[in-house]
């Protein structure tokens, strides 16, 4: 596992990246997603029929939900999986054999400072500060639970608090000039 997350690191060093939250929010407007050196994306924000939106590739594919590795790899054919989260028992062997944990030091930092279930966009924000050393870092499509997700409807889940994670994400951008929260309304 940990000469996996070297590999990471040394494939994002010096790159602009994007990563791609899935909010309903991210589909309103076009975007040149696909200039970015990494495209990185959260569980099941697919882009096929979304390109103009949100791009055609994807570089990481960062999960916490069981997919079916078909799936996966029709819709994302990404060159790495991250597992973001400590629940290990939601992969399946394939997922097992082919996914990057993420330390779980990190859900369980994050899970400190809110007091609640960090969402796997809090997680995987946290990651690229935390671990990787990138020129740029773009993020789209967080709004923090307001518009919900556009595969899902998340407005009124409970296990996340938007509010509590806009704070902690804010907090920790806020004074790192190479990050920017791109917020369409």
């Given at each position: ?44 924000g697919s ?98 639970f307001r ?39």
């Amino acid at each position: 596992m940990i000469n996996n997350i070297i590999e990471v690191q040394e494939f994002l060093k010096n790159k602009n990246i994007c990563l791609l939250g899935n909010s309903n929010n991210i589909l309103k407007n076009p975007k040149n997603i696909d200039s970015y050196d990494i495209i990185c994306r959260i569980n099941r924000g697919s882009p096929i029929g979304k390109e103009k939106f949100i791009g055609s590739r994807t570089d990481i594919l960062f999960l916490s939900t069981k997919m079916k590795d078909a799936d996966i790899t029709k819709n994302f054919n990404s060159k790495y999986l991250m597992w973001i989260t400590k629940d290990i028992e939601k992969q399946n062997n394939w997922l097992e054999q082919n996914v990057i944990k993420v330390p779980s030091e990190d859900w369980y930092e994050v899970k400190s400072i809110l007091k609640t279930l960090p969402s796997s966009g809090c997680i995987s924000i946290y990651f690229l500060i935390k671990h990787i050393e990138f020129n740029k870092l773009d993020i789209y499509g967080f709004d923090f639970f307001r518009s919900g997700t556009w595969y899902h409807n998340l407005k009124k889940q409970t296990w996340h608090n938007g509010n509590l994670e806009e704070q902690f994400i804010t907090n920790l951008i806020k004074d790192n000039p190479k990050i920017q929260l791109i917020n369409e309304q």
